[in-house]
């Protein structure tokens, strides 16, 4: 199985670079984001998100809700992501209405791998907004351990897609149990190998369109290669 995984582009995708993500997909990889792939601020709003048209035209599998993705508004929530084909995942998010395109995790069916992707989200809604937002967040930690636990019996690969930073990170693959793969950002960080914890590896993949990451898996042996775009 060959992933290709992208983070905080905050609206650098160009139509060149989108077309070199494009070739791995044609090659049957999945195409994953974690989070900060707009142009729009935390609260700002843009008419169009030229970076979310062209990671759905190339075929994104998912993204992760980042903070720039997210508004306390659920009506602008929504307008923001107008330009995304693809699901965005946020299992720490609450709200009481479905929220088109948000979804908490999300199944799929690849090669010999029964994988469940779950999204985590750094906790936006803060001061003021907890008094005027319908929207909340829960522990990031604490729902992924324990959505973790849930799916370890019908998955055998849990993928997180996490937009929380690589502290955070960590601290999530010291509660998880078995083999998981933690796709991270928020941090801005290239890490070239992954760093394992226990039974866990997490990849951080940059920022600003500069690189990807292609991670390749054989069971559970994972080659990893960073790429300039």
Not at 202 to 226: P, T
């Amino acid at each position: 199985m060959l992933i290709i995984h992208t983070s905080d582009f905050h609206g650098k995708l160009t139509y060149k670079k989108a077309k070199k993500i494009y070739k791995y997909k044609e090659k049957g990889a999945i195409l994953l984001d974690s989070g900060d792939a707009i142009c729009a601020g935390n609260f700002d709003l843009r008419f169009y998100e030229k970076t979310l048209f062209l990671m759905s035209q190339i075929g994104y599998t998912a993204g992760a809700v980042g903070n720039r993705e997210f508004h306390p508004i659920p009506f602008f929530f929504k307008f923001k992501l107008k330009n995304s084909s693809f699901p965005h995942l946020s299992a720490n998010l609450f709200y009481t209405k479905k929220l088109s395109k948000i979804l908490p995790y999300l199944d799929l069916k690849i090669e010999d791998f029964n994988i469940t992707l779950i999204g985590l989200t750094v906790p936006v809604v803060k001061e003021i907004w907890k008094k005027i937002s319908p929207l909340y967040f829960l522990n990031p930690i604490f729902c992924g351990e324990k959505l973790a636990e849930k799916f370890y019996e019908k998955s055998n690969l849990i993928i997180f897609l996490t937009h929380m930073g690589i502290e955070e990170d960590i601290k999530l693959a010291k509660k998880l149990k078995k083999f998981s793969l933690i796709l991270g950002g928020h941090s801005h960080i290239l890490m070239k190998e992954p760093l394992k914890v226990d039974n866990v590896y997490i990849f951080h993949s940059g920022c600003y369109a500069e690189n990807i990451s292609i991670i390749e898996l054989k069971g559970r042996e994972i080659k990893v290669f960073v790429e300039k775009l």
